[in-house]
């Protein structure tokens, strides 16, 4: 099934503690993106990625890191959460070429930083 | 800047009644236009988008939507709602970028709730 798969679905973490969520697609997508959806905000992109080695800032970038090693695998990485990082958290991909306009989302992660 | 504006933050329905979400978008050029669905503790879910020809946009679950140009509007609509479609639905602008879509931009979102 193609999908696109993200772990941990849900993480309590402390403040200042390294954290990686991590994200997989099977459908070799050259585009992937993260972004985090908060009340009242709706979903914002933190970074993206057109393919491997090649990443980007998206609108809300701070206190994230993102690598591209592999075409299948984003890894976000919060190298010190703090609490405002408390969010649910959204990997995407899609392709160049047909259905480059569609992006396939993962099922989210659920992260609470205390 | 670009900007989708959903005006509607929380909409009340009862079952077999029609339905209109709004969406305003602020964009220089033609937009690439979505509506997503997500179900409450679920992931979104596509259920329709534009990206030319027909203004008029079928999708899945019933749904339909119709870009207004003039209007820099993408409302949805469904002619009768049904339980399963109390969810928050989120409306989103496409950014081509190296061929590709690179970013969405989202509404705030529309919360639906159905009354029985």
């Known amino acids: 099934e193609a999908q696109v798969t993200q772990n941990p679905r849900y993480l309590i973490t402390v403040t200042g503690k390294k954290l990686t969520v991590t994200c997989s697609q099977n459908m070799n997508h050259e585009y992937m993106s993260w972004y985090r959806q908060d009340p009242g905000l709706g979903l914002r992109q933190i970074y993206y990625?057109?393919?491997?080695?090649?990443?980007d800032k998206g609108d809300v970038p701070e206190g994230y890191k993102v690598s591209r090693k592999e075409k299948r695998n984003f890894p976000l990485i919060l190298e010190s959460p703090s609490p405002n990082q408390t969010s649910l958290y959204f990997c995407?991909?899609?392709?160049?070429?047909?259905?480059?306009?569609?992006?396939?989302f993962g099922a989210g992660s659920r992260l609470t930083v205390l | 800047a670009q900007s989708v504006t959903q005006p509607d933050i929380h909409i009340t329905v009862s079952e077999g009644a029609s339905l209109e979400l709004r969406c305003n978008y602020s964009y220089g050029a033609t937009p690439y236009l979505f509506w997503y669905v997500q179900s409450p503790g679920q992931g979104l879910q596509l259920l329709l988008k534009?990206?030319?020809?027909?203004?008029l946009v079928q999708g899945i679950k019933g749904f339909e939507a119709e870009f207004k140009r003039s209007q820099s509007s993408f409302n949805l609509r469904k002619p009768s709602v049904h339980w399963s479609d109390a969810a928050e639905y989120f409306c989103a602008v496409g950014f081509l970028y190296g061929g590709a879509t690179n970013k969405l931009i989202f509404g705030t979102g529309t919360l639906l709730a159905v009354q029985p």
């Open positions: 995407a991909s899609n392709p160049l070429g047909a259905g480059a306009n569609v992006l396939t």
């Open positions: 534009y990206f030319s020809g027909d203004t």
């Open positions: 990625s057109m393919n491997v080695e090649v990443t």
